[in-house]
C-alpha cells in the first residue's frame, strides 16, 4: 500500500468509527471440542467494509488503528457486541464460549477488568462465557511483564488464552508465569503434523508442553481431514480452522452451528 492510500484509510477508518462504526461487523469463526466434535464456542473476528475500497483486509485495518489510538474504542464495541451475541447463544447452549481478541495497546490504555465486569454484569452473562485472547509476546511487551494486568483480568472470572502459540516472540517463561486456561498453538504448525520428518514433532511437543503446564489447548488452521486425523488423538481439547468452518455472519453461523 502506497503512503497516500494508508493516509486515506486512515481517515476513513477514524471517520467510520466516529460515525457509529459504520463498516463494521464481526464475523464469527466456530471451534470445535476435538473429540466428539461438538460447538465448544466461537472466536469473533473484526470485518471492515469501505465505501471507497470495499472489504479491507484486518491486517491492514488493525495496525491502522493501534497506530492512531482508535482500537480501543473499537474492541470496546466489539466485545460488547460478542457478549451480546454470546448471551443469545448461550441460550441455546448452555456451555457456548466466546472468544474475543485484544491488543497491547488496549490493554495498556484501559481498565479492561472493571469495564468487561461492567458489561457483562449489565447483560447478566458469566464471565466464564467469555474468553480474552493475548498474543504471547504480549506479556513480555516493551520489555516488562505487565503482571498486574493479567492477574486484574483473572479476578473478573474470564478465561485467558494465550494466542498464537510458538510464533513470534516465544515466551515459556509467560506460559508458566501467567493464568492462562487456554493455550491457542498457532496454525502454521498444522502442516507440520502430516510430515514424515522431524517436524511432525512440534505440535505433539507443544501440547505435552502445555498439558504438562495444566493448560488446555486449541489448535488453530485445520484445513483438510489429514491435518485433523493427524492431530486428533493427541489430546487437543480444542480445534479451529477452515475444516470445521469459516467466519460468518452471526445469522449464518447459528444456521449452521446452533
Same mark, same amino acid.
Given at each position: 500500500?502506497?503512503?497516500?492510500?494508508?493516509?486515506?484509510?486512515?481517515?476513513?477508518?477514524?471517520?467510520?468509527?466516529?460515525?457509529?462504526?459504520?463498516?463494521?461487523?464481526i464475523h464469527y469463526q466456530p471451534q470445535i471440542r476435538t473429540n466428539s466434535r461438538t460447538l465448544y464456542g466461537a472466536e469473533a473476528l473484526a470485518r471492515w467494509s469501505? =465505501?471507497?475500497?470495499?472489504?479491507?483486509?484486518?491486517?491492514?485495518?488493525?495496525?491502522?488503528?493501534?497506530?492512531?489510538?482508535?482500537?480501543?474504542?473499537?474492541?470496546? =464495541?466489539?466485545?460488547?457486541?460478542?457478549?451480546?451475541?454470546?448471551?443469545? =447463544?448461550?441460550?441455546? @447452549?448452555?456451555?457456548?464460549?466466546?472468544?474475543?481478541? %485484544?491488543?497491547?495497546?488496549?490493554?495498556?490504555? #484501559?481498565?479492561?477488568?472493571?469495564?468487561?465486569?461492567? $458489561?457483562?454484569?449489565?447483560?447478566?452473562?458469566?464471565?466464564?462465557?467469555?474468553?480474552?485472547?493475548?498474543?504471547?509476546? =504480549?506479556?513480555? *511487551?516493551?520489555?516488562?511483564?505487565?503482571?498486574? #494486568?493479567?492477574?486484574?483480568?483473572?479476578?473478573?472470572?474470564?478465561?485467558?488464552?494465550?494466542?498464537?502459540?510458538?510464533?513470534?516472540?516465544?515466551?515459556? @517463561?509467560?506460559?508458566?508465569? %501467567?493464568?492462562?486456561?487456554?493455550?491457542?498453538?498457532?496454525?502454521? %504448525?498444522?502442516?507440520?503434523?502430516?510430515?514424515?520428518?522431524?517436524?511432525?514433532? %512440534?505440535?505433539?511437543?507443544? $501440547?505435552?508442553?502445555? *498439558?504438562?503446564?495444566?493448560?488446555?489447548?486449541?489448535?488453530?488452521?485445520?484445513? #483438510?481431514?489429514?491435518?485433523?486425523?493427524?492431530?486428533?488423538?493427541?489430546?487437543?481439547?480444542?480445534?479451529?480452522g477452515f475444516y470445521f468452518g469459516r467466519p460468518v455472519p452471526p445469522e449464518e453461523f447459528e444456521k449452521l452451528y446452533l
Amino acid at each position: 500500500m502506497v503512503e497516500t492510500d494508508r493516509l486515506d484509510l486512515d481517515f476513513l477508518l477514524r471517520d467510520s468509527i466516529d460515525n457509529n462504526f459504520r463498516g463494521f461487523s464481526i464475523h464469527y469463526q466456530p471451534q470445535i471440542r476435538t473429540n466428539s466434535r461438538t460447538l465448544y464456542g466461537a472466536e469473533a473476528l473484526a470485518r471492515w467494509s469501505c =465505501w471507497k475500497y470495499g472489504e479491507v483486509c484486518p491486517d491492514e485495518f488493525i495496525p491502522l488503528l493501534e497506530e492512531n489510538g482508535k482500537i480501543v474504542a473499537l474492541e470496546k =464495541w466489539i466485545f460488547r457486541e460478542a457478549a451480546n451475541q454470546c448471551r443469545k =447463544w448461550r441460550q441455546m @447452549l448452555p456451555d457456548f464460549r466466546m472468544s474475543v481478541n %485484544f491488543s497491547c495497546r488496549y490493554l495498556e490504555q #484501559t481498565d479492561m477488568g472493571l469495564f468487561a465486569q461492567t $458489561t457483562l454484569a449489565r447483560l447478566g452473562l458469566p464471565s466464564e462465557s467469555m474468553i480474552l485472547e493475548l498474543t504471547e509476546s =504480549w506479556p513480555m *511487551h516493551n520489555g516488562q511483564a505487565k503482571e498486574e #494486568t493479567v492477574l486484574g483480568l483473572q479476578k473478573t472470572g474470564m478465561k485467558l488464552a494465550m494466542d498464537d502459540f510458538g510464533s513470534g516472540y516465544s515466551s515459556l @517463561l509467560s506460559l508458566q508465569k %501467567f493464568p492462562f486456561h487456554l493455550v491457542k498453538i498457532d496454525k502454521d %504448525f498444522v502442516k507440520s503434523a502430516t510430515r514424515k520428518d522431524g517436524q511432525a514433532a %512440534f505440535v505433539p511437543s507443544l $501440547t505435552q508442553l502445555c *498439558h504438562s503446564l495444566g493448560r488446555q489447548v486449541c489448535l488453530e488452521g485445520v484445513e #483438510t481431514q489429514e491435518e485433523y486425523e493427524a492431530v486428533r488423538q493427541l489430546g487437543i481439547e480444542v480445534m479451529q480452522g477452515f475444516y470445521f468452518g469459516r467466519p460468518v455472519p452471526p445469522e449464518e453461523f447459528e444456521k449452521l452451528y446452533l
